[in-house]
């Protein structure tokens, strides 16, 4: 797919919805009450640090690590960092949305997401949080 027909805003509503979604599979599989941030997930004690599980018949494969996780499912590759922020502290740099956009079969490089990510920013559409990373304003009702 051509990069110039990109909504990245739209693409990064996916994006935190799709780790919204996992996270819930997480959370019932494991039957738990929430992800706690703060408590980094329960890694190791309640939630393995590292494994799969399964979702509507495929596999979701997941791993944490530092203050974020990666997700694989089928084709998708979603990588995020976590606070207790707003919207769920979902929060994300170049890197990671360029996987995702990959794994979704867009054609594009890092430097025009850099372009578009800050452009969001400027639209008032992401908030720029620091060493590199963004967080995606949704509106308190899609939190």
């Not at 890197?95 to 890092?110: M, Q």
Request: glycine letters at 8%; one cysteine or more.
């Amino acid at each position: 797919m051509r990069n110039s027909k990109i909504d990245i805003y739209s693409i990064l509503q996916e994006f935190v919805a799709l780790a919204r979604k996992f996270e819930k599979a997480l959370i019932s599989h494991f039957r738990l009450e929430k992800l706690a941030n703060k408590d980094l997930y329960f890694i190791g004690t309640q939630i393995p640090k590292k494994g799969e599980i399964d979702l509507q018949g495929e596999k979701l494969m997941y791993h944490f690590h530092g203050g974020g996780c990666t997700f694989n499912y089928g084709a998708i590759h979603l990588q995020y960092q976590s606070s207790s922020e707003r919207n769920g502290g979902i929060e994300f740099s170049v890197w990671p949305i360029h996987k995702f956009l990959l794994s979704s079969s867009y054609d594009i490089d890092e430097d025009t997401i850099f372009v578009l990510l800050e452009e969001q920013v400027r639209l008032g559409n992401l908030t720029r949080i620091g060493n590199g990373y963004y967080r995606i304003n949704l509106p308190s009702r899609a939190t």
